[in-house]
């Protein structure tokens, strides 16, 4: 590793690694994990939080200073409401701090709304009666439609799957029908993954997730892009050069942006679902594990299916023009000239 103010480097200029050695392990390992996702998935289900099946949220402001949010815990506990949601803000009054409480109760599944509206009510008076009437004040008390939750649940899904859509085809214009199907299935392995690890921790599915999910859908092709993009600079370069070796070339000349652009993403998502709260930690955490797994598949997921579909349609005779056309170059169109500093002559 080599490191100079205004230049970090990973990996040597000539670093040079057989990546696609190993390419059927990892492609098996990532099917063992898109299908362990399902498998989680269809068990245990999506969390929906309030946001799609709405339910009851209760706004509290305590009178006096000591009102604290264990309390809360304590009585949602005793009710089983083990699934609410609490968030928590402050003001400065007088130069005190004082906590205002909301609390979201998620409608359970076929239940009416004068079913939330009772469990809501029954929670305000359990909790005034273990902290007393006079130390609790209910600043409001708001029944959310689900109806509204199902149109965002729709627009999310729908987002996800034309952004999949618009990213096929604008892989199969910018380079060609090889590399736009790796690129998608990539994407889908992605988000699988993703949705499975929140699903395994029981963490709710918000708006905020969606957002996380078309998130990590971006940087992914993002990085997918960067390694396609030197696949077909190297091709053109040296095209009588096996496909093998110039998916592994490629991604060698990668690895220094692979690896620095993702350790940065990484560090700033650890600290935020270390310290973060709420709906912050659960989008922080859901982009951590879509970065670490979106780096792993742009190498080993996205490029072996690009192997794959370039020897499918050689089975076929399909050749793209630019390599027949370059084959019979001995020296081929530099396209990438290094870029030479004149120095000043000395007087």
């Given at each position: 590793?080599?490191?100079?103010?205004?230049n970090?480097?990973?990996?040597?200029?000539?670093y040079?690694?057989?990546?696609?050695?190993?390419?059927?392990?990892?492609i098996?390992?990532?099917?063992?994990?898109?299908?362990?996702?399902?498998?989680?998935?269809?068990?245990?289900?999506?969390?929906y939080?309030?946001?799609f099946?709405?339910?009851?949220?209760i706004?509290?402001?305590?009178?006096?200073?000591?009102?604290?949010?264990?309390?809360?815990?304590?009585?949602?506990?005793s009710?089983g409401?083990?699934?609410?949601?609490?968030?928590?803000?402050?003001?400065l009054?007088?130069?005190e701090?004082?906590?205002?409480?909301?609390?979201?109760?998620?409608?359970?599944?076929?239940?009416?709304?004068?079913?939330?509206?009772n469990?809501?009510?029954?929670?305000?008076?359990?909790?005034?009666?273990?902290?007393?009437?006079?130390n609790?004040?209910?600043?409001?008390?708001?029944?959310?439609?689900?109806?509204?939750?199902?149109?965002?649940?729709?627009?999310?899904?729908?987002?996800?799957?034309?952004s999949?859509?618009?990213?096929?085809?604008?892989?199969?214009?910018?380079?060609?029908?090889r590399?736009?199907?790796?690129?998608?299935?990539?994407?889908?392995?992605?988000?699988?993954?993703?949705?499975?690890?929140?699903?395994?921790?029981?963490?709710?599915?918000t708006?905020?997730?969606?957002?996380?999910?078309?998130?990590?859908?971006?940087?992914?092709?993002?990085?997918?892009?960067?390694?396609?993009?030197r696949?077909?600079?190297?091709?053109l370069?040296?095209?009588?050069?096996?496909?093998?070796?110039?998916?592994?070339?490629?991604i060698?000349?990668?690895?220094?942006?692979?690896?620095?652009?993702?350790?940065t993403?990484?560090?700033?998502?650890?600290?935020l679902?270390?310290?973060?709260?709420g709906?912050?930690q659960d989008?922080?955490?859901t982009?951590?594990?879509?970065?670490?797994?979106?780096?792993?598949?742009?190498?080993?997921?996205a490029?072996?299916?690009?192997l794959?579909m370039?020897?499918?349609?050689?089975?076929f005779?399909?050749?793209?023009?630019?390599?027949?056309?370059?084959?019979?170059?001995?020296?081929?169109?530099?396209?990438?000239?290094?870029?030479?500093?004149r120095?000043?002559?000395?007087?």
């Amino acid at each position: 590793m080599t490191f100079k103010p205004g230049n970090i480097q990973i990996f040597p200029n000539d670093y040079h690694f057989d990546f696609m050695k190993w390419r059927t392990v990892t492609i098996g390992v990532s099917v063992l994990l898109v299908i362990a996702a399902l498998i989680v998935i269809s068990l245990k289900g999506l969390n929906y939080s309030i946001d799609f099946l709405g339910g009851a949220e209760i706004q509290l402001q305590p009178v006096q200073q000591g009102f604290q949010r264990s309390q809360i815990d304590e009585v949602l506990n005793s009710l089983g409401l083990t699934q609410a949601e609490v968030t928590t803000s402050s003001s400065l009054t007088n130069h005190e701090k004082f906590s205002s409480f909301v609390v979201r109760l998620t409608r359970k599944t076929g239940e009416d709304e004068n079913a939330t509206t009772n469990r809501a009510s029954a929670f305000v008076q359990s909790l005034k009666n273990k902290v007393g009437n006079d130390n609790l004040q209910v600043s409001s008390m708001t029944n959310i439609s689900g109806k509204v939750g199902k149109e965002d649940e729709y627009k999310g899904y729908l987002a996800l799957m034309l952004s999949c859509v618009g990213i096929l085809i604008y892989v199969a214009f910018r380079f060609d029908s090889r590399f736009a199907p790796g690129a998608v299935l990539c994407l889908a392995h992605n988000v699988l993954i993703a949705l499975g690890f929140m699903t395994l921790l029981c963490k709710p599915f918000t708006t905020s997730s969606i957002a996380a999910f078309l998130t990590i859908v971006g940087y992914s092709i993002n990085d997918t892009v960067i390694v396609y993009d030197r696949i077909r600079e190297t091709r053109l370069l040296q095209p009588t050069l096996p496909m093998v070796d110039v998916v592994n070339r490629s991604i060698s000349q990668t690895m220094n942006r692979t690896v620095l652009t993702s350790t940065t993403g990484i560090l700033a998502l650890i600290v935020l679902s270390l310290l973060g709260g709420g709906s912050i930690q659960d989008f922080a955490i859901t982009m951590l594990v879509g970065i670490i797994v979106g780096t792993y598949s742009s190498i080993y997921v996205a490029a072996p299916l690009t192997l794959a579909m370039d020897k499918w349609l050689a089975k076929f005779g399909f050749v793209t023009t630019k390599t027949v056309s370059n084959a019979n170059n001995q020296r081929p169109k530099d396209y990438a000239p290094p870029v030479v500093v004149r120095k000043k002559p000395q007087k």
